[in-house]
């Protein structure tokens, strides 16, 4: 089983591998082609850097692909007052008495330094399905701890597929 999508996310990620093959490849290789005609192979940092641009957007282009070949198409099922994926959640930390929010989101676009937790994280898989003023146990191997959930709002902003 590969990654976890919403529609919207195989939509982006088809999305950004045309642009890849239609407007960076063509791009790429044509530098690689301008690099390789300024001679001498040997010191020429132009053609290694180059190619390994157009090599990097290769590697991009098949990792993007793979993911959506293996990838489960998942929905949001849950209601408009509980925990689900694009939605804001304002938790209260128990133990340190401190609230934090964060958007729910697949794994491909989680980013927990601009607040974005995935729905496969134990914080994310413990949240969803819950309602304000629910208190959640959040399971980890090393022990856990208890959140509060303080607000829950709708979050529709784009947010980027995470590189690899």
Do not use: C, W
């Not at 010191?43 to 390994?52: C, T």
């Not at 729910?104 to 974005?116: F, H, L």
């Not at 399971?139 to 529709?156: F, K, T, W």
């Amino acid at each position: 089983m590969g990654e976890k999508l919403t529609k919207a996310d195989v939509k982006k990620i088809e999305e950004e591998i045309e642009h890849r093959k239609l407007v960076l490849r063509p791009e790429l290789i044509q530098a690689v082609k301008e690099a390789r005609a300024q001679g001498d192979l040997s010191e020429n940092f132009e053609y290694y850097a180059a190619k390994r641009e157009k090599n990097r957007n290769e590697s991009r282009i098949g990792y993007l692909e793979r993911m959506l070949k293996f990838a489960t198409i998942i929905e949001d099922r849950a209601a408009a007052d509980e925990v689900g994926l694009n939605k804001m959640v304002e938790v209260y930390f128990v133990d340190e008495d401190e609230s934090e929010s964060y958007k729910v989101v697949t794994s491909i676009r989680s980013e927990t330094t601009e607040g974005r937790i995935s729905i496969e994280s134990p914080l994310g898989k413990a949240l969803l399905g819950h309602k304000v003023g629910d208190r959640v146990q959040v399971s980890l191997p090393q022990g856990g701890y208890e959140v509060e959930i303080r607000s829950i709002a709708e979050d529709h902003s784009d947010d980027a597929i995470s590189s690899f």
